[in-house]
């Protein structure tokens, strides 16, 4: 069964950095893409960056200058590194498969002080 | 980038009606190497992760029910939901799956009337 579930810090504290992992299964990171989706809250959906199967990543390029995504492949997981941290990064994080689907429950992460 | 502009951004109905949301993209997403149109549906339902419905336009996810039809092609597809059920209700969004940045509409809310 294809399951991806991402973890991280509930809160963070503006310009800090956020660090996230996403920790899959039942399929293997070289054969497959994961994507990073985010979600302000009751806003729509923001496509942030991929990892690809082959270790190469593609980024949006709002985000590039602050975002990085690296991976372990003997762990299943994929990580999201995003530094510079404003209010405005509030939302859920996803992980997602191909971009496509499944998706992971979300992670929710607040900007506070 | 590639835009992608929903419509509407809500709507109303009556369970058992058919309804239709618009998603239209600000170029073409049909592949002149397959033929085939980059664009995917996703259902997503109040504190749970999307779901996709769709892709490549047309083809429905498995399990999804036969009552979510997709259509279209280059710039302009349609999500067409028949029989509209009370499980229906929630938030709807296309995504071209063609290029990078992967965009998102901006989603439809669907409520009951």
């Known amino acids: 069964q294809v399951q991806l579930k991402e973890s991280g810090p509930g809160l963070v504290q503006p310009s800090q950095t956020l660090s996230l992992t996403c920790t899959v299964s039942?399929?293997?990171?070289?054969?497959?893409?994961v994507h990073w989706v985010r979600q302000p809250p009751g806003k729509g959906l923001e496509w942030m960056g991929r990892?690809?199967?082959?270790?190469?990543?593609s980024y949006n390029s709002a985000l590039k200058s602050r975002l990085s995504i690296s991976r372990d492949t003997s762990k299943n997981q994929v990580f999201l590194k995003m530094n510079s941290l404003q209010t405005d990064d509030t939302g859920t994080y996803y992980c997602?498969?191909?971009?496509?689907?499944?998706w992971g429950q979300g992670v929710m992460v607040t900007v506070s002080s | 980038d590639i835009v992608m502009t929903q419509s509407p951004s809500s709507l109303a109905v009556s369970a058992g009606e058919t309804v239709t949301i618009n998603c239209k993209s600000s170029?073409?997403?049909?592949?002149?190497?397959?033929?085939?149109?980059?664009l995917a549906w996703y259902q997503q339902k109040p504190g749970q992760s999307p779901k996709l419905l769709i892709y490549?336009?047309?083809t429905r996810e498995s399990g999804v029910p036969d009552r979510f039809i997709g259509s279209g092609s280059g710039t302009d597809f349609t999500l067409t939901i028949s029989s509209v059920q009370a499980e229906d209700l929630a938030d709807y969004y296309c995504?071209?799956?063609?290029?990078?940045?992967?965009?998102f509409g901006g989603g439809t809310k669907l409520e009951l009337k």
């Open positions: 995504q071209q799956h063609y290029s990078y940045p992967r965009t």
């Open positions: 039942g399929f293997s990171l070289t054969s497959y893409n």
């Open positions: 490549l336009a047309s």
């Open positions: 990892m690809r199967y082959n270790g190469d990543t």
């Open positions: 170029q073409s997403l049909l592949s002149s190497g397959n033929q085939k149109n980059y």
């Open positions: 997602t498969r191909d971009g496509l689907g499944p």
